[in-house]
């Protein structure tokens, strides 16, 4: 049985452009599930600048789950980008320091919480995830979307802000999915199940 090494940080033989993204990072608040891939048409290393606010001192973190699909330029806005939004003026006045240092005292920039995304997920090309927002299983994000608020397991969404489009199944088969967790079978499993995995019958799975 051959199967991709999760180790192999570029598991396409002579295509740097495609990794296994765990194995690039370097931030200790990102975190990423086996198998998920970043693919880059420059560099990469690109990802983790594509994290963008995302200040050690706010302490937020960035969760990617198992067997995702990130494309190219996908952003995701962090905590650290959030300003006041019920004050007079939204403008950072503090981060200046001098007579500006003590605006902030007693008040606190927005923190939405960490980000999360979960497993068998696509992130199409250019689309940006706002702070604090979770991402269902086997969701799909359209290219050049700007997701704003929560995605539901199995939908797929679009646009400026990102609207649901259509869900991927019915409900019910939906929640058969969720229960069946397929992403943390072991790799035999999953490997001797590709065919079905791959079918358009969940059906066969259950």
């Known amino acids: 049985m051959t199967i991709p090494d999760k180790n192999n940080t570029f598991p396409l033989e002579h295509h740097h452009k495609l990794c296994f993204l765990k194995n690039i990072v370097t931030n200790p608040n990102i975190m990423v599930g086996d198998y998920t891939y970043y693919d880059d048409f420059e560099d990469v290393r690109n990802f983790e600048k594509n994290v963008k606010y995302h200040f050690d001192f706010i302490g937020d973190k960035l969760i990617i789950g198992k067997f995702c699909m990130i494309a190219s330029g996908a952003q995701f806005i962090m905590n650290g980008g959030n300003h006041l939004t019920n004050a007079i003026s939204a403008y950072p006045f503090s981060i200046f320091g001098g007579d500006w240092a003590h605006a902030m005292d007693g008040k606190s920039f927005p923190v ?22 979770k991402i269902g299983d086997g969701a799909i994000i359209a290219t050049n979307s700007t997701v704003v608020k929560d995605v539901e397991p199995y939908s797929i969404v679009g646009g400026n802000p990102a609207r649901l489009i259509k869900k991927r199944f019915s409900d019910e088969t939906i929640s058969k999915l969720l229960e069946l967790k397929w992403w943390d079978w072991d790799i035999e499993r999953i490997t001797a199940n590709i065919q079905y995995l791959t079918g358009n019958n969940p059906e066969n799975l259950f």
């Not at 992130?123 to 706002?130: D, L, P, R, S, Y």
């Open 112 to 133: 939405k919480g960490d980000t999360i995304i979960g497993n068998d997920v696509w992130i199409g090309h250019h689309a940006t995830i706002m702070p604090g927002l």
